[in-house]
């Protein structure tokens, strides 16, 4: 009898396993996978005749205005990939390598764009530089900050938090010893910055760059507000698909699209890789000595980004409680009464959505990752693949696939079409690349020993989960649900497509209101939006930190 319940036991732990890899696996390639290879097989249907073949590519040598998109594309990304990382450095370099004051103060601010829908900043720069802005009344000049110059502005202020997450988080791998054998032969301070801090900081200057090159590209938030008359890819497949209707040229932008945002992901991924083959050392944190020249003027360029930062975000927040921006600045509540779109029905929508995109999310991401590592062989290797494979997918992309693959009434999976569920998942499979690298980060930091200790006193893989990893992941499924909530609700791009008259959500709200010149109302809308995601990352502070002092 014993035997047989052993057996039974390592049956269901067999099957347990499979299950924790397989079935996110095949969630994965059902909704990422196959939808993105739809993609590539709409571009070679022809708008017109309904005939495959590659006359949608043919075309584009007489639609001199894609090309035009394009150029401006990355011109526009590669101008915003350098400002973006020469200030983020700055502040990075403020944040960990001085003793200047006011660093939380400074770090809190420059992580506000996080919590707000990219269209938020350009609405800003709007309301600050805008026809009808503040800053044009009180010069009495119309100022027009419409296309490039907006957008320049707008996304790397919409870019700076995660470019100066990157860089800070290379600055702190940076050893102390180094610093104390160059001061001891009397190296300057220069050489030091030169020699060891710019040294230490050089993969995460790549990697962020990449990274603000792959967000500025593929937005679609602040070129569809503040871009005017200036095209880029973005708003070129918005426009062939929403405006025009063609979708196999909608597809074929997209592909395009898709090219340089796939290669500067996989640049960054190479170049990561190749940091890792040099190996990690031991380092000794390093402790800013003060210095009063550096510190000072530090500290005044930090601020001055800070201010630019918070202005333009708080900016939103007081006009949507301004009469008439910016002629009569009397207070009201009136821009809260939305009638557009259904009044606050998209914010419940919005909420309820990135609930389930969190929690599904969450469990399927622990599942995979669990049974990455507990599997061996070509299953493994494919989901590690696909799983690194979203992250260099763009949002319009991505849902422009769903509908291809999901606005069917012959498959049965068309019933999703339309529904909050395939909302839900379009956010979490176009955020899964984060999640995943998070999850899996925190599932390495589980001890093996623990996992053989609960084995040895004859427990199986449930008891394994449950008793072992739940309890020492517990931080980090917080963390990567309350992630999907966040960004699920400021998603634009992923979900413009996908929505309905009959479920209308947030961050589309937002944009619809500033088509109609409700700009006060828009702001309104998004001062909520915002308002529910900082709640949720206070949240998430205070459960970490309290986590953190208990330890």
């Known amino acids: ?46 708008d017109n005749t309904g005939a495959v073949g590659f006359t949608n590519y043919l ?17 526009l990304s590669v101008t915003t990939t350098l400002f973006t990382i020469l200030f983020a450095f700055i502040v990075a370099y403020g944040l960990e390598c001085t003793a200047m004051p006011g660093k939380k103060a400074i770090s ?45 502005i707008a996304n790397i202020l919409y870019a700076l938090p995660q470019a100066v997450l990157i860089i800070r988080s290379s600055l702190k791998q940076s050893d102390a010893r180094q610093y104390e054998a160059a001061n001891v032969l009397g190296a300057s301070q220069w050489h030091q910055f030169k020699d060891i801090t710019l040294s230490d900081a ?27 008359d200036f095209s880029v890819l973005a708003t070129e497949i918005y426009s062939q698909v929403n405006g025009q209707m063609k979708f196999g040229m909608g597809s074929v932008v997209g592909i395009m699209l898709l090219i340089p945002a796939a290669t500067a992901v996989w640049i960054e991924r190479s170049a990561m890789k190749s940091r890792s083959k040099v190996g990690t050392r031991a380092t000794l944190p390093y402790q800013p000595t003060p210095l009063r020249s550096r510190d000072i003027s530090l500290f005044a360029v930090n601020t001055l980004i800070a201010f630019c930062v918070a202005a333009v975000i708080f900016t939103v927040v007081a006009a949507s409680f301004i009469k008439l921006w910016p002629y009569n600045l009397s207070f009201t509540l009136s821009h809260y009464d939305i009638e557009l779109e259904g009044g606050y029905l998209p914010l419940w ?53 769903y509908v291809f693959s999901f606005n069917t009434a012959q498959m049965p999976w068309g019933i999703l079409y339309g529904s909050a569920i395939l909302v839900a998942l379009c956010n979490y ?123």
């Open 349 to 401: 929508n919005s909420i309820w959505i990135s609930l389930m995109c969190a929690l599904f999310g969450t469990v399927s991401l622990f599942l995979l990752s669990y049974g990455i590592r507990c599997h061996k062989g070509s299953g493994r290797n494919f989901a590690v693949l696909l799983s690194s494979l979203p992250v260099g997918v763009p949002g319009l992309v991505l849902g422009l696939a």
């Open 202 to 228: 050089k993969y995460g200057l790549l990697s962020a760059a990449f990274v603000v090159f792959t967000i500025t590209i593929t937005d679609f938030g602040n070129a569809i507000v503040i871009g005017g």
């Open 429 to 551: 499979y176009h955020y899964h690349t984060q999640g995943y690298t998070t999850m899996m980060t925190g599932i390495r930091s589980v001890p093996a020993a623990l996992e053989d200790a609960t084995k040895v006193l004859g427990g199986g893989t449930w008891q394994i989960l449950r008793d072992v990893y739940l309890p020492a992941m517990r931080l980090t499924l917080l963390s990567v649900g309350v992630f999907l909530f966040m960004r699920s609700m400021v998603s634009l791009s992923a979900i413009i497509f996908l929505v309905s008259p009959t479920m209308p959500l947030g961050s589309v709200t937002i944009m619809r209101l500033d088509e109609a010149g409700l700009t006060s109302q828009a702001a309104a809308f998004s001062t909520c939006v915002m308002g529910i995601v900082a709640i949720m990352s206070v949240l998430l502070h205070y459960l970490t930190g309290k986590r953190d002092t208990a330890k």
């Open 108 to 152: 809190s601010i420059i992580t506000l764009p996080i919590l707000a829908p990219s269209l938020v900043l350009g609405l800003g720069l709007i309301f600050i530089l805008g026809r009808n802005g503040i800053v044009g009344n009180i010069l009495s000049i119309r100022m027009n900050i419409y296309g490039f110059w907006g957008l320049l």
């Open 1 to 46: 009898m014993k035997n047989i319940t052993l057996l039974s036991r390592k049956g269901s732990d067999y099957y347990l396993t499979k299950f924790a890899l397989w079935v996110p696996l095949i969630a994965l390639i059902s909704f990422f996978g196959l939808p993105m290879l739809s993609i590539l097989w709409h571009s070679l249907i022809n």
């Open 59 to 75: 075309s584009l040598a007489h639609m001199p205005g894609i090309w035009h998109a394009t150029i401006n594309s990355l011109i």
